[in-house]
């Protein structure tokens, strides 16, 4: 059973760099044919997908989001991570980490960032 935890800071200035990590367990993030997405739900508003980072590293990100979004992984760790620059109040939402296997998908609990000064 795969398992996602989300973890980073709550608060986020406006102008600065938001990162996240995702911890994997329960399996390797270079299994073939998983990807790993970051999925974000701002408040009252429905999911925005953000960017995926594949089992053999390759990203994808959204078109709206890629100029300020980075997905990485250390792979000694079995972690993905999240950058997110240049971050305004409109980038405040729940932040998911999301695994996409050949079977079925796993969701992490999510992790609340607020930008604010």
């Known amino acids: 059973q795969v398992q996602l935890q989300e973890s980073g800071p709550g608060l986020v200035k406006p102008s600065q760099t938001l990162s996240l990590t995702c911890t994997v367990s329960g399996g390797s993030i270079t299994t073939t044919n998983y990807a790993w997405s970051w999925i974000r739900q701002p408040p009252g508003k429905g999911l925005e997908w953000m960017g995926v980072i594949a089992y053999d590293g390759s990203t994808y990100y959204s078109p709206s989001l890629k100029s300020r979004t980075s997905i990485s992984r250390d792979t000694s760790k079995n972690q993905i991570s999240l950058q997110l620059s240049s971050v305004t109040p409109e980038d405040t939402a729940v932040y998911y980490c999301?695994?996409?296997?050949?079977?079925?998908?796993?969701w992490g609990q999510g992790t609340q960032v607020i930008v604010s000064s």
């Open positions: 999301k695994a996409d296997g050949p079977r079925r998908s796993y």
